[in-house]
């Protein structure tokens, strides 16, 4: 045995006394940590820690696997490219070109910049027109004007097309598709339902929502107007009466100009079709057009995919469970950064959503809950009340016109968080009541060594797990350098007695 591990205190430059001093002191700061007890250095087996930070990234491999299916079954369910859809580049100068959109969720930022960069290309490259496949519950009143705008301007003749069956132009949706100089819809599709609503998703006050409607039926009349008195006034029954029609019924009203079956469907009816674009009458030949999709950058397809409810539910999750493992574990610090990373995320998203405000409240409290059922197990009772708030607070996050809970994933995370924080609890408890690991009653139980020959009620000197401790024998005599047994501590003294005897009083 090397003279650093019999003789620690050497190396230390520390008399005997003093390393039994600061062992001692360095025991008790441990135990007197705020975070002593399932997790805590002076009880923990470190097994107990490694646990945990593996439940927690088995968890965000989880919510990560759930994002990956979402984004293939998304990438799945967008119309396949036809065949004749080629580069610009490519195209023959005498082919007219129609640049193709494709957005389907919220109306955020993301689909501003989106049709803003497709009427750049357009003109850029002289193309015919430039086509939005849209499907959205609605958004933002602001942005909304925005987009308009933007699409009133622009010197590239716009086109519409809710799409495919089962899309849906709802509330800022409809604004969008009677602000462009073409509007159509796929058979099975909707359109309407534009009556506003407050920031947190609930129904205004009568004085509000009544200035309110009349600016947005003044908008919407106006975007609505050159497409007949039927149209218009069906539009300002839109939003005054949150009016909805099918494809065929908008057809009927003169809403919109084609009901189409495909892309292809589309550019045979719109050849020759007249529009009035920047002031001046312009007639479309899209029947030999090339189609060019135009794809959302990176960035954009990022926050268009964690703005969908689901997704936002479940970084909201990872949020939670993330700050959960961090203060049960502290000073490892990746629970924590991906934690707050999600929890900015998912506020970002919830935010483009105009999330209930009251939901948001609930769900705090579910994370709340959540948290004290960790450190202070009570067998479920607060986790139930967690999840039970987790899910109420789901519910009225996104309660807002057009966009759909997403109840399985809000269920399933609710459940999954509450047996988390569940388990969490009782292993902590389980941890707590095992035996202390480090310290002076850690070592009862433990084989000693006389450093000096010991008399009953003398005291004396041993060494146990690297350190030196005065001692004093119960009973009998031992010679130095024999084995003895911790049997108790009274004070700075640990109390032993002979191998033997200390074997056969404990049998």
Do not use: C
Request: no cysteine; charged share 15%; proline share 6%.
């Amino acid at each position: 045995m090397s003279i650093s591990r019999q003789f620690p205190f050497l190396t230390a430059g520390l008399t005997p006394h003093q390393f039994r001093r600061k062992s001692i002191e360095r025991s008790n700061r441990r135990k007197r940590s705020p975070f002593a007890g399932a997790f805590s250095p002076a009880y923990a087996d470190p097994r107990g820690g490694r646990l945990f930070l593996g439940l927690f990234l088995a968890g965000l491999l989880l919510g990560l696997a759930v994002m990956a299916t979402g984004v293939g079954i998304a990438r799945a369910q967008t119309p396949s490219t036809p065949a004749t859809e080629t580069p610009a580049a490519d195209v023959p100068r005498e082919s007219p070109i129609v640049y193709v959109l494709t957005f389907e969720g919220a109306v955020t930022p993301v689909l501003a910049s989106y049709i803003e960069d497709g009427i750049r290309l357009a003109v850029e490259n002289q193309a015919e027109a430039v086509i939005l496949q849209l499907d959205t519950p609605g958004g933002s009143v602001d942005i909304t004007k925005s987009i308009t705008q933007k699409m009133l301007a622009s010197p590239v003749p716009l086109v519409v097309y809710v799409s495919p069956s089962g899309a849906h132009a709802g509330s800022a949706g409809t604004f969008i598709t009677l602000a462009a100089h073409v509007a159509a819809m796929a058979p099975g599709s909707s359109i309407g339902a534009a009556s506003p609503v407050t920031a947190d998703g609930t129904d205004m006050g009568e004085t509000m929502a009544a200035k309110v409607k009349n600016i947005l039926a003044a908008d919407i009349e106006n975007l609505a107007s050159r497409r007949g008195e039927r149209a218009t006034e069906w539009a300002i029954a839109a939003v005054q009466e949150a009016a909805a029609a099918t494809a065929r019924q908008a057809l009927e009203l003169g809403v919109i100009d084609f009901i189409a079956e495909d892309l292809d469907d589309l550019l045979a009816q719109m050849d020759g079709f007249q529009v009035t674009v920047a002031g001046e009458t312009r007639t479309l030949h899209t029947a030999d057009a090339t189609l060019i999709p135009v794809e959302l950058n990176a960035i954009e397809q990022f926050l268009n995919f964690i703005s969908d409810p689901s997704i936002a539910s479940i970084l909201l999750s990872l949020g939670i469970l993330g700050l959960v493992v961090e203060l049960r574990t502290p000073g490892f610090g990746v629970p924590g950064i991906v934690g707050i990373i999600s929890l900015l995320l998912a506020f970002y998203a919830l935010g483009q959503l105009d999330a209930n405000f009251a939901g948001l409240a609930l769900i705090a409290l579910a994370l709340a809950l959540f948290l004290a059922e960790a450190f202070t197990p009570t067998f479920g009772v607060l986790a139930a009340g967690g999840a039970i708030a987790f899910v109420l607070g789901g519910v009225l996050l996104f309660d807002a016109p057009g966009v759909e809970v997403p109840w399985p994933t809000i269920i399933g995370l609710a459940v999954g968080l509450g047996g988390f924080a569940i388990f969490i609890g009782v292993k902590a408890l389980a941890i707590q009541r095992r035996p202390p690991l480090t310290g002076g009653d850690a070592l009862i139980g433990q084989i000693a060594t006389a450093r000096q020959d010991l008399r009953a009620g003398e005291p004396g000197a041993v060494f146990v797990a690297g350190e030196w401790w005065n001692a004093e024998l119960l009973e009998g005599s031992v010679e130095a350098g024999k084995p003895v047994q911790v049997v108790g501590r009274r004070g700075y003294r640990l109390l032993v007695r002979p191998v033997d005897q200390a074997s056969s009083s404990t049998t």
